[in-house]
């Protein structure tokens, strides 16, 4: 082997090495959740569509949200997850119709 070549088995070895490096990697951001945050909020705001679908369905009866609680801390959530978003807690007409494209 000559001055400054590199044997094979090191290039080999620093190629697994990264693969696994990369797959650690991998199971550490998926397993911690560590990027979920950028996609709750787009499920939240398609459940707060379906959420205002419904209601509108109703006909935007005055009972219906008491019945059927959004985010309010009840048993009976429509989506607890979505309690940490201010938009989520207590969505109003208001709120509903400018989600749905209705004012």
Known sequence: M???AMPVP?????VIGII???VLAYMFVTKTGIFSGFTSEQE??????VWCTQWQ???FD?????DNPFASGQDN???PECRSFSWARNPSRDDCEKELGLK
């Open 57 to 59: 369905l109703s006909g």
């Open 44 to 49: 939240c705001k398609a459940k707060l569509k």
């Open 10 to 14: 090191y290039i080999i070895a620093i």
């Open 20 to 22: 696994v490096i990369g």
């Open 77 to 79: 959530d429509f989506a």
């Open 2 to 4: 000559s001055k400054g």
């Open 62 to 66: 005055p009972l219906w949200p008491h």
